[in-house]
């Protein structure tokens, strides 16, 4: 379910508000498709801070940056994360098609996949991404790694570094189950 109550302008040049609207539009509600892997919340909230949540809110959007590479026909539009980074316990996907398209279905696997894996897909896309690389002191990605133009949030709190501890945290948590042995 999802409630637009206005939007806002922003400079494309520094970012800032330019100007804020509000809407009256009914809620959008439909059922749908998707998958949640807990963030260790007990673990790594103590470790992160304030970090934890833009670090889950980032890893959402690296899982879904590298998805389509993991499905034939997928595009980024066909999933949607979905999360609060004020006090989040998990990372959400699912499908953006109302009755579900069948893409979180296709995708479940690859999470638990020893040679093929989406999570350390993402962990690689957060290390590596040359672009980011060149802002030395910048934790909040860039538009080739973790920026989604339909985020809700506007990619306002991302945090990469948080993002890469809680995908690994993640990731030996699966390594541990019987679906990826």
């Known amino acids: 379910k999802r409630q637009v109550h206005g939007y806002k302008k922003l400079s494309l040049i ?46 959402s959007h690296a899982l879904l940056a590298v998805a389509p590479v993991f499905a034939d026909g997928l595009s980024r539009a066909d999933l949607e994360c979905d999360h609060s980074f004020v006090s989040p316990t998990k990372v959400v996907l699912f499908d953006e098609r109302a009755g579900g398209s069948g893409c979180v279905e296709r995708l479940w696997q690859y999470f638990f996949d020893p040679v093929n894996n989406i999570l350390e897909a993402a962990i690689d896309l957060l ?55």
Do not use: W
């Open 127 to 181: 290390e590596s991404c040359s672009s980011c690389s060149t802002s030395p002191g910048y934790d909040g990605g860039c538009p080739a790694c973790l920026h989604a133009s339909n985020c809700l949030k506007f990619n306002m709190h991302l945090s990469k570094s948080a993002a890469i501890m809680i995908g690994k945290n993640m990731l030996d948590r699966i390594k541990t189950t019987f679906l990826y042995q």
């Open 14 to 59: 520094n970012r800032t508000e330019i100007s804020r609207s509000e809407l009256s539009l009914p809620a959008m509600e439909y059922d749908s498709f998707g998958l949640y892997i807990s963030a260790d919340i007990d673990t790594l909230s103590p470790l992160l801070g304030e970090k934890y949540g833009p670090g889950v809110h980032a890893l």
